[in-house]
Nanobody, 119 residues
Framework: QVQLVESGGGSVQPGGSLRLSCATT????????IGWFRQAPGKEREEVSC????????TYSDSAKGRFTISIDNVKNTVHLQMNSLNAEDTAVYYC????????????WGQGTQVTVSS
């Protein structure tokens, strides 16, 4: 299996920020697209952001644009999702996942990390 381990979730007040981390391997970063997804109770899974291979193109969902930023730390082999201006609609379990080429059909998923935004 591809190694994907999420961390950084927690509870934050509206307007606050969190940085999620997806620890993986150099091999994974060099061969697969990495995406961040989220799923809230009673809602369908939603793609938040994706870094594609082989061109490195970055995409964001409409709700994430302007608030979230995906980045890669090549020293730590970690993909980050910086989340700012959080609101209650961002409450969900967040997952990172690996795919071939893009993020439309991931074949490997991390365990997830809970993000809760409330006052």
């Amino acid at each position: 299996q591809v190694q994907l381990v999420e961390s950084g979730g927690g509870s934050v007040q509206p307007g606050g920020s969190l940085r999620l981390s997806c620890a993986t391997t150099r091999f994974t970063l060099e061969h697969y697209a990495i995406g961040w997804f989220r799923q809230a109770p009673g809602k369908e899974r939603e793609e938040v952001s994706c870094i594609r291979t082989p061109d490195g193109r970055i995409t964001y969902s409409d709700s994430a644009k302007g608030r979230f930023t995906i980045s890669i730390d090549n020293v730590k082999n970690t993909v980050h999702l910086q989340m700012n201006s959080l609101n209650a609609e961002d409450t969900a379990v967040y997952y990172c996942a690996a795919d071939v080429g893009s993020c439309d059909a991931p074949f490997s998923w991390g365990q997830g990390t809970q993000v809760t935004v409330s006052s």
